[in-house]
């Protein structure tokens, strides 16, 4: 059984960080392009950041560029967002993807049940 687990959320100050998780089993993912989703409160599931398979291309939402960073460890089949300068804004159930070929902003076949992540001013 495929699955994506995120893990890693919880409630944070503005300003501060935290490192989301997202452990994938039941095939190699090392070969996937990995993402990172969010979905706040009544508002549509945004995009945040993705990485290809060996790590060496990333892209990001212009609303979090510069503040979050994405990585992985196919060794563990993990992929990581560490989420720095965390605002109010911030606050929304974070998705982990992953598929072959998507990138971007796009359908991706696999994915997480979601870590919840608040953000108090």
């Known amino acids: 059984q495929v699955q994506l687990v995120e893990s890693g959320g919880g409630l944070v100050q503005a300003g501060g960080s935290l490192r989301l998780s997202c452990a994938a089993s039941?095939?190699?993912?090392?070969?996937?392009?990995m993402a990172w989703f969010r979905q706040a409160p009544e508002k549509e599931r945004e995009f945040v950041a993705v990485?290809?398979?060996?790590?060496?291309?990333?892209y990001y939402a212009d609303s979090v560029k510069g503040r979050f960073t994405i990585s992985r460890d196919n060794a563990k089949n993990t992929v990581y967002l560490q989420m720095n300068s965390l605002k109010p804004g911030d606050t929304a159930d974070y998705y982990c993807?992953?598929?072959?070929?998507?990138?971007?902003?796009?359908?991706?076949?696999?994915w997480g049940q979601g870590t919840q992540v608040t953000v108090s001013s």
């Open positions: 993807a992953a598929d072959p070929y998507s990138w971007g902003d796009a359908s991706y076949r696999y």
């Open positions: 039941g095939r190699t993912f090392s070969s996937d392009n």
């Open positions: 990485i290809n398979w060996n790590a060496r291309n990333t």
